[in-house]
C-alpha cells in the first residue's frame, strides 16, 4: 500500500487550512490536490467527559432492548442492530459499541486475533509515515492518561494501520486514515480493530476504498454530491456557494475521516459512526450536506468570498444538533438518490473543468507577459486585458474600450498629438 503523500509534490499540496490561512489560487487545478489531510485542519481535541447526568426515557428503554439483544443474540440480526445504531441515541455508550460495531459489517469472532508486534512490522516501508502521522493524532487521545498508557496506545495504532497496509498493499494509505482508526481502536481494543478496519478499506461497498486510490479524484467526485442536494434542498443557498467559489474543500477532512478529525467532543464523533457503520456508503455526504443547510443564515450573512465562506464553513460549531442533522440528512438521503443526482455531478465538474482550463489559460498569459518583461503600450494593454471584465474581451467590446481610453489619453496629454497642417492628419508625435 503506497502512502498518498504530497511532501515532494508541493505544487499539489492545498493551503486550504482549517485555520483559515490564505488559500491557494492554484486549489483547482488538480483534483487530487489535497493528499494530506493535516495541511487541510489541524485536529480538535477531542473532550471525553459526559455531556449529561441523565437520561431520558427513551434512551433507558433503548439500553433495556439493547442489553436483552446481548443476553440473547439469536433473537437478534442485523438490521436490527443497525436500527438500533440509527435510531435517536446511537448505540448510548462505548460498553455496547465494543460488542456491536463488528457486528454492523460482519466482522466474526475468528477475524479477531492477536496482533503482532511492532518490532515486527518496524521494517516496512510506510513504518515512518505511519509513526508521523499516529504522532500528530495525539489530540484525539484521552486526555490524561499515564504515560505508559499513551504510549501503549500509540505503538497499538500503528501496528493496526500497518497491518492493514500489509494484508492489501495495492490500496494507498491516506494521511487522515490515522483519525478512523484510533476511533476504531478506542472504542473496539486492538484484536475488534484490524478486522473493522479492513471491511471499511476494502470490499463491495468499502466506504473508505475510493479515499485510498492513486489519486483524490474518486474522493472529489463523491463530495460533489452535496452541491446538488443542497441545491434541491435550497437554491438561495446554492446561489451563495457557488458565487463564493467555495466549492467542497472545506468538507474534505470530515469525509475522509467521517468527522473524526475535526469535532471536539467525542460523544459526537462516535455517534456519527454509529450511524455511519450501518449506514449507505455515501452517507456522510448527506450529513455534510445537512451541516451547510444548518448553518444557512450565518453562510447567507457571509461576504461571497471564497476565503470568508471556507474560513465560516470549515470551523465546526460545538454545539452542532447531531441528532436532529442526523435526521434532516436520512431525509435527504431518501429525496435524492444518488443515483439520481449523477447528471447533475457530471453538469457540475465539467462546468469545474472549464473554468479550471480558463484559469490555467489567464495564468498561461500573466507568464508570458511576465516572461517577456513587456513595458510598452502592448504588454500594459495585455495586462489589462486579464483582468477586464469578460464582456470586454470580445473583439468589440475590446475595441469600444480602446477608443473610450485613447479618447480620455488624448485630453489629459493633448502634447502627444499635433495636427499636420498640411495633410490635415493625426500623428503620434
Known sequence: MESINSDGEISDKSSINGDCSPISFNQNSHLNHAKNIDDISTPSELKFDQEFEFEDTFLTEKRKQIEEYLDNPDIVNVEQWKELARSKGGLISDEYRRKIWPLLVGVTQEEMTEPPSLDE???????????LDVNRSLKRFPPGIPYEQRVALQDQLTVLILRVIIKYPHLKYYQGYHDVAITLLLVCGDRASFPLLCRLSYGP????????????????HLLNYMLPVVRRADEHLADCLEKSGV???????????????????YSDVVRLYDYFLAAPPLFPVYVTAA??????PQVRACEEDMAMMHCLLSRLPDDLPFEDILVTALKLYKENDPSDLESEVAALEKREEEQRRLDEERMRRRREVRRTGGSGLRARLARLALVLPRPLRTRGGALALAAALLAVYAYYRPDLFRINDDRKEIEWS
Not at 461497498?205 to 472529489?220: E, K, S, V, Y
Request: proline residues 10%.
Open 247 to 265: 466549492g467542497t474543500m472545506f468538507a474534505l477532512p470530515w469525509y475522509l475521516t467521517w468527522f473524526g478529525h475535526s469535532l471536539p467532543r
Open 205 to 220: 461497498g468499502a466506504p473508505l476504498a475510493p479515499f485510498m486510490q492513486a489519486t483524490m479524484q474518486p474522493t472529489q
Open 121 to 131: 512490522l518496524s521494517t516496512h516501508s510506510e513504518y515512518n509515515q505511519v509513526v
Open 291 to 296: 451541516i451547510v443547510l444548518h448553518r444557512a
